[in-house]
């Protein structure tokens, strides 16, 4: 199952917007692509700047906490990479993966420097679903039946999952770390990680703060998107449905974050009386500035491997130079 799960996910957004695209025809995709504007591109990279920054900010806060050395200009590089990687590449986390591992390999720790990358954006999924919640309950009007149900579970199992991390670290974790099975050691080790990361007072207000900032810069990049795509609505009544469009780019079948985006937004955008058809042109007018906002990462990706191509080509030996010359010279003399 492990081996075709990858693609599930891809067929699973393929068949999302498989199904737009029969009931709504093409012409929202395309509306979409032609409402980029020269004015979008610029706040899709101001705006991708500043999301950057906090969310590579959020990074090095959990990594330090878990003793790995990460600056946090260094760190802005990578999530600029990472980024770009997730946008281009079908899995859409393909980015993440290669950023958690490199850091890891630099550090001397794969696996803490994996379960730093995770921790990291998992902050940013919880204040996602928080707010997705805070949604559902004070304007439910706003969300259709099915996604309100899926959007409390969301919720619920966060909940209880943060609890049950509490209670276990707390009652066997210290138990544990010395335990005989790698497999209770390993999680021992991972509770005292998800502690030392995100819940010490040194933590949780810079990583939540930063989360929270990093979610208003997807929400005004959603708003520049709205206005592209010719919505006038008032962003009060936009916000909401933004909200839940972020938290369904979070659901593992996506295609660099297509698919489950287009279709909530087709959902949540009818249910308001705006259209579907807009909704989706929003969508994709968002997709295609995220991947504006991403595209310094193409520059940090050429410049990371023209660096190691230079490593690794061999210069040639002065000293093998002169040899050859000297008989020459020699010889001239004579």
């Not at 009818?270 to 058809?277: F, K, M, V």
Request: charged share 15%; aromatic share 6%; with cysteine.
């Amino acid at each position: 199952m492990k081996r075709f799960w990858p693609w599930l996910r891809i067929l699973g957004a393929l068949g999302i917007l498989a199904v737009l695209v029969r009931e709504l025809g093409t012409e929202a995709f395309l509306a979409g692509l032609r409402e980029v504007d020269a004015g979008g591109i610029a706040a899709a990279l101001g705006i991708g700047f500043a999301t950057t920054v906090f969310s590579a900010w959020r990074w090095c806060l959990v990594a330090r906490r878990l003793s790995l050395e990460l600056s946090v200009w260094g760190a802005v590089g990578e999530y600029y990479r990472a980024l770009f990687l997730n946008g281009v590449l079908p899995a859409g986390v393909l980015g993440d993966v290669n950023r958690a591992v490199q850091h890891g390999r630099e550090s001397g720790d794969v696996p803490r420097g994996v379960r730093a990358v995770v921790l990291e954006r998992t902050a940013g999924q919880i204040v996602v679903i928080g707010a997705s919640v805070a949604v559902v309950l004070g304007t439910p009007s706003v969300v259709p039946r099915p996604l309100d149900g899926v959007v409390m579970a969301a919720g619920i199992a966060v909940v209880v999952l943060a609890l049950a991390a509490v209670v276990t670290g707390m009652t066997a974790g210290k138990r544990w770390i010395h335990s005989g099975s790698k497999w209770r050691r390993g999680f021992a080790v991972s509770l005292a990680d998800v502690r030392l990361g995100l819940l010490t007072k040194e933590t949780w207000p810079g990583v939540s703060l930063l989360s929270l900032a990093t979610l208003a810069g997807h929400l005004a990049l959603f708003v520049v998107a709205a206005r592209a795509a010719g919505v006038t609505a008032p962003v009060g009544d936009l916000l909401p449905l933004m909200i839940l469009a972020l938290l369904a780019m979070g659901l593992p079948l996506n295609i660099g974050g297509w698919g489950p985006r287009e279709g909530v937004c087709a959902l949540l955008f009818g249910a308001a009386g705006l259209g579907s058809a807009q909704g989706v042109t929003v969508a994709v007018v968002y997709g295609v500035l995220a991947l504006v906002a991403s595209l310094p990462g193409a520059g940090v990706l050429l410049a990371r491997s023209f660096k190691t191509h230079r490593i690794d080509t061999p210069a040639a030996p002065r000293s093998a130079a002169r040899v050859v010359r000297t008989p020459v010279q020699i010889g001239d003399t004579r």
